[in-house]
């Protein structure tokens, strides 16, 4: 059974601050997902990364996927209150089947 | 094409009534996903299918857990003699069979009373 481990759980900090959340798994992954999901709706897809030590960047968020697809981190810059949400990563599954999802970093920005 | 559509949004039920939920696909999507979520806890995987064949079905899901997609397009789940532990956010996925990039719909939020 391939897991992601998610850290932290929760995560408040003040508007401005920069922030890393972390995706960790001991299973290989053909690629992962990182999904923002707001309450009561589902989760919106960020950005995909395939290449070991790949690194995306999207506006003030910077994704970065590990050497051995194991792992993966996100570094958000200057937050802001719009940031507020359900982070989760997802790893895709060989032959593109299923997903395996992890249990989420809780970001709270307060203005 | 204005993404996935999930029927009904929010479902109240009493406990041992069936329900079923209805997910409507990106057209040009052949995968369809159905997860479960819980408070606190990430999407939990239920079953998919690629066009009109299941593929694969969670082990951890009941015999009162089915799914059909009759045609390759829309899909249906439907929960028989729900539980009070049936609980839970119901959300559907589409995506390209070559890649795991999910599109998801907002989701049905079911509460067993």
Known sequence: TQLLEQSPQFLSIQEGENLTVYCNSSSVFSSLQWYRQEPGEGPVLLVTVVTGGEVKKLKRLTFQFGDARKDSSLHITAAQPGDTGLYLCAGGGTNAGKSTFGDGTTLTVKP | ?113
């Open chain 2, 1 to 113: 094409d204005t993404g996935v559509s999930q029927d009904p949004r929010h479902k109240i039920t009493k406990r041992g009534q069936n329900v079923t939920f209805r997910c409507d696909p990106i057209s040009e999507h052949n995968r369809l996903y159905w997860y479960r979520q819980t408070l606190g806890q990430g999407p939990e995987f239920l079953t998919y299918f690629q066009n009109e064949a299941q593929l694969e079905k969670s082990r951890l899901l009941s015999d009162r857990f089915s799914a059909e997609r009759p045609k390759g397009s829309f899909s249906t789940l439907e929960i028989q003699r729900t539980e009070q532990g049936d609980s839970a956010m119901y959300l559907c996925a589409s995506s390209l069979r070559t890649d795991s990039v999910y599109t998801f719909g907002s989701g049905t939020r079911l509460t067993v009373v």
